[in-house]
């Protein structure tokens, strides 16, 4: 919260991690601070297996009163919501549920696209949960960040950018690609990826 001395709040990250029963840190993630959103788009992904990939969702709300938010899920292809589910967030409260344990959701299986979050009556703070058990049977989560979905600008060329990947060594790294105006006007986009060594000269990079 901003205090009344200073211009504005200041920036930071909640950093949340899980150490089992010997003390040792098995899985360790950060959540920025974020402004609110009435719409929000992330990336999501979910498995008949429990112990594999799960997504889940936090959302916080500095309203006074409920919020009431829809959630819709879509395929990677686009088109209308295959699913859509209803929450409720409590007055200056958070919920955090994995996919399948939203109403309406419950009989989702394997799957993979978008979900868009929308909460018409007030804005909210929202973060992507992705999660996962290893070989060891370590429960593993991270964040995952989740992306506006703004009205759709025509030839806007703002690039963004991935500022770390790492490959080889026994490090692999997924790059998920999407178009949050899809949302809102169903228009698609067409770009290129581009990869650089540290020191910013052209990397032949094998993309499978």
Same mark, same amino acid.
Do not use: C, W
């Given at each position: 919260?901003? =205090?009344? &001395?200073? *211009?504005?709040? %200041?920036? /930071? ?5 899980e +150490? ?7 899985s360790?993630?950060g959540?920025?601070?974020?402004s ?5 788009? $992330?990336?999501a992904?979910?498995? =008949? =297996?429990?112990?594999l990939i799960? +997504? ?12 009431n938010?829809t959630l819709? $899920?879509t395929? $990677?292809?686009? /088109?209308?919501?295959?699913?859509t589910?209803?929450?409720t ?5 958070q919920?955090q ?5 939203? &109403? ?9 696209? !978008?979900?868009t979050?929308?909460a018409k009556e ?7 949960? &992705?999660? &996962? ?6 429960y593993?989560? #991270? +964040? ?5 979905? %703004?009205s759709?600008?025509? /030839?806007n060329? #703002?690039a963004?950018?991935f500022?770390?990947?790492? =490959?080889?060594? /026994?490090?692999?790294?997924?790059f998920? $690609? *999407?178009?949050?105006?899809?949302v809102? +006007? ?6 290129? !990826? !581009?990869?650089?060594?540290p ?9 499978r």
């Open positions: 919260m901003p =205090d009344s &001395r200073s *211009f504005g709040a %200041p920036l /930071g990250i909640a950093i949340f991690s +150490t089992n029963a010997k003390g040792v840190t098995i360790e993630a959540v920025p601070a974020s609110n959103i009435q719409q929000a788009v $992330l990336y992904q979910a498995s =008949d =297996d429990a112990s799960q +997504t889940g969702v936090a959302i916080a709300s500095t309203s006074s009163t409920p919020t938010v819709e $899920l395929t $990677l292809g686009g /088109g209308a919501p295959v699913l589910g209803n929450v967030v409590p007055a200056n409260g919920i549920m994995y996919l399948n344990q939203i &109403r309406g959701f419950e009989s989702l299986k394997s799957f993979q696209g !978008l979900l979050i929308s007030s804005a909210v703070g929202v973060v992507g949960l &992705r999660s &996962r058990y290893n070989e060891r049977g370590d593993l989560v #991270t +964040t995952i960040p989740v992306a506006s979905a %703004p759709y600008s025509y /030839g060329s #703002t963004p950018l500022p770390h990947f790492a =490959d080889g060594n /026994g490090y692999t790294t997924e998920i $690609l *999407f178009d949050t105006s899809t809102t +006007t169903g228009q698609s986009s067409v770009g290129n !990826l !581009l990869f650089f060594t020191a910013g000269q052209p990397l032949n990079l094998a993309v």
